[in-house]
């Protein structure tokens, strides 16, 4: 079969798709991603075939303009709330219009889609799978007769988010209901000669990378996959250092890969986290580009400093990891049962955090609550007490039971020829 992958141009985002779809390219399907222009390198450097659809996406230039304004409404409540007085129901839609407005909007923008839909018309893929912010893909897939689904690396808190507002509005009179998100995409629909239904926003199924105790139940369907960490467009090479077993133990610094490529925000001092590692007994190998390096005033005398090496060759010599709170690196550093402390601070980063240290692999620290005496405290914890190492493999044993990309295959063909229309065209 003919499967179109889609994610916007954003590594951290193209990373999560790329294991599957060289299983599915291996499994002998014709595969084809598609993204923006700007992320054709990082697509053909995985080894994958790339189209290029529409213009590139102007996030950076709405973060700029619009600043933290456009976060705020989240940073003082958890988006993990079920009490109806903390998420309410003005809440809720606030929080839609804000995220379709001022994200999904530019990252899927018009020409994208258009271009997306041209393609898919074209080549009449039986199946589309999306990144579950590329709404972009299952618009193709609904204008040109394709099954679609979504391929989650993260924990669906957005969709949690929408289906408690769809239920809220439910009970009260249609007139007063507003979903900005839905409203964006009927009209996108409908300018391709297509209706809006609900597996626009959930896809008709999503294939789902996070483990059990971390996956969110939301009632849809969901094929549970491995996570399979693959680290990026940048070279994966095992450096000298590595070759050999660290003469103390190691704890890995990283900020992840968005701040580096994006204008969003970082919410952690490094000043502050190397001053709470800096009298420990431990080596720190500390990811930090040219940039990040020259808002630092001291590196400690135990601190190797790289501006990149792969997690995946880096992981298993580690015993401790201190993060950002990204998808990318709380999964890499979870499959290799690395105990970890996450300064996750909004959105999904803070419920993996929460998570991870309700299964007893790590420490969440807000980054509001970041000081130097807390996180070494933490990190110490984490270094020192027994349980967090047992936890971190309890953690690891569950991801590694799940069914890896190849084996998954074979179920998404079968749904694939469940969910087509009689007729694609083909």
């Known amino acids: 079969m003919r499967v179109l992958l889609t994610a916007f141009a954003q590594d951290a985002h ?27 390198e990082s697509i053909t450097r995985a080894g994958l075939t790339a189209v290029p659809v529409g213009g590139d996406h102007r996030m950076d230039d709405v973060i700029r303009t619009v600043g933290p304004g456009m976060l705020v409404h989240h940073l003082e409540r958890d988006y993990l709330e079920n009490r109806p007085e903390r998420l309410s129901l003005d809440y809720l839609r606030a929080s839609n219009a804000m995220l379709t407005a001022t994200f999904y909007a530019q990252i899927n923008n018009d020409t994208m889609i258009d271009a997306l839909v041209d393609y898919a018309r074209f080549w ?49 009179p249609g007139e007063l209901r507003d979903d900005p998100l839905e409203e964006w995409l009927a009209y996108t629909l409908e300018r ?40 990026g467009p940048n070279p ?19 900020l992840g890969l968005t701040i580096r490529d ?28 040219e940039k990040e390096l020259a808002q630092v005033s001291r590196v400690p005398d135990n601190t190797r400093v790289v501006d990149h090496v792969a997690l995946l060759a880096l ?12 998808a990318g690196t709380w999964a890499t550093a979870a499959v290799h049962g690395v105990p970890q402390v996450a300064l996750g601070w909004m959105w ?15 420490l969440h620290l807000h980054s509001d609550g970041l000081s130097v005496e807390v996180l070494r405290d933490k990190l110490v914890r984490v270094l020192e007490e027994p349980s967090f190492g047992e936890g971190a493999r309890r953690l690891r044993r569950s991801m590694l039971a799940a069914p890896s990309p190849n084996e998954v295959v074979p179920r998404i063909e079968k749904l694939t020829a469940r969910h087509q229309p009689v007729a694609t065209g083909r």
């Open 315 to 326: 992981m298993p010599s580690c015993s401790a990891i201190v993060h950002h709170g990204g």
């Open 124 to 172: 009449k893929p039986d199946l589309v799978l999306w990144e579950p912010f590329t709404f972009a893909g299952a618009v193709a897939a609904k204008a040109s007769g394709a099954a679609h689904a979504r391929l989650l690396s993260f924990p669906d808190l957005f969709s949690n988010a929408h289906l408690a507002l769809r239920e809220r509005q439910a009970k009260v």
């Open 348 to 362: 999904d980063a803070i419920y993996r955090a929460q998570r991870v240290e309700e299964l007893g692999a790590g």
């Open 262 to 289: 994006t204008e969003f925000p970082n919410a952690i001092d490094v000043n502050d986290v190397f001053a709470s590692i800096a009298d420990l007994d431990v080596e720190v190998v500390a990811t930090l580009s």
């Open 192 to 231: 391709h000669g297509a209706d809006f239904d609900p597996d626009v926003v959930t896809g008709q199924w999503s294939v789902d990378q996070m483990p059990p105790g971390v996956r969110m139940e939301l009632g849809l369907p969901t094929v549970p996959m491995r996570y399979v960490p693959y680290n």
């Open 236 to 254: 994966a090479v095992v450096p000298d250092w590595l070759r050999e077993p660290p003469a103390r133990r190691r704890v890995c610094l990283t």
């Open 14 to 40: 193209l990373n999560g798709i790329v294991p599957l779809a060289w299983a599915l390219r291996t499994a002998g399907h014709e595969v084809r991603v598609a993204s923006q222009p700007a992320a054709v």
